[in-house]
């Protein structure tokens, strides 16, 4: 197990609890974005998890963006190398093997917002705090906004949102599909947990099949998106969980997944 002073990992019920906690707001340090990194790795490695849960500490934020203080004395070069580190960290969140879910309480902005766009499923409660304004410090979103954003509320949108740099309230961001499930606020914890273990009662390899061919499908043409799903779908067809999940209906009983 690794040492880290602001990403904490707590294991509980076949879940991950990566906890970013950096008062006052959570800001994401070069420190951080390693730790984050290396946390992730820590979660692989761990057999037994089947849901990973992203989280701020405190109420005040998720993650309220980028440490600015790393942009002061930028060169071309050290900029360039910086996303592209954040790419790297953010990207293997997105096709983690695992659902990933952010639960999310107050500011959102910026870098926090595409740590909560590179999760499967974003949970906010109602106070949350949406936005890029990257444009404000006279750059864009640099860990993926440009790209992600779009993809979940459409270009238009995504494209008003990074000109202007505006912020919005989480019951526009749920009403645009940035957020795909809304609670009172203070909430999105608890929610996240009760989603992990409705998700664990599932198959496991079903789960881990299913997000791959979403994810991986998304960025392919039709065609090879759905040769990706019959992949996938032919994966899971020699597997014990197939056979139980069948033995299980027809005999009107609950499935006992051992996730083999």
């Known amino acids: 197990m690794i040492k880290t002073l602001f990403v904490k990992l707590n294991v509980e019920n076949k879940t991950a609890v990566i906890t970013i906690e950096n008062p006052p707001v959570n800001a994401l ?66 096709n983690f093997e695992v659902p990933v879910i952010a639960a999310i309480e107050g500011f959102t902005l910026g870098a926090g917002c595409e740590l909560a766009m590179a999760c499967d499923i974003r949970i906010a409660g109602e106070k949350a705090l949406f936005g890029q304004p990257e444009v404000n410090l006279g750059i864009i979103p640099g ?19 990074i000109f202007t740099g505006d912020n919005i309230e989480a019951s526009e961001a749920y009403r645009i599909g940035l957020v795909d499930i809304l609670v009172p606020a203070g909430e999105a914890l608890s929610r996240a947990h009760i989603l992990s273990a409705k998700i664990q009662k599932k198959g496991p390899l079903a789960i881990k099949a299913a997000k791959k061919a979403i994810t991986k499908g998304l960025d392919l043409p039709m065609d090879d998106a759905l040769e990706l799903e019959a992949v996938q779908f032919k994966s899971l067809c020699s597997t014990e969980d197939q056979k139980e999940g069948a033995r299980a209906f027809l005999a009107k009983e609950k499935p006992q997944f051992q996730g083999k």
């Not at 730790?35 to 989280?55: G, K």
């Not at 238009?156 to 949102?161: D, R, T």
């Open 29 to 94: 340090s070069a420190q951080i974005m390693e730790e984050l990194d290396q946390t992730m790795d820590v979660v692989r490695e761990n057999s037994n998890i089947q849901t990973v849960i992203i989280t701020g500490g405190g109420d005040k934020a998720f993650v309220a963006g980028a440490d600015i203080k790393q942009f002061t004395d930028m060169t071309p070069d050290v900029g360039y190398d910086l996303v592209k580190i954040g790419h790297q960290i953010f990207n293997k969140i997105e």
């Open 143 to 161: 860990y993926g906004g440009t790209q992600r954003l779009p993809r979940l509320v459409g270009a238009g949108k995504a494209k008003e949102l």
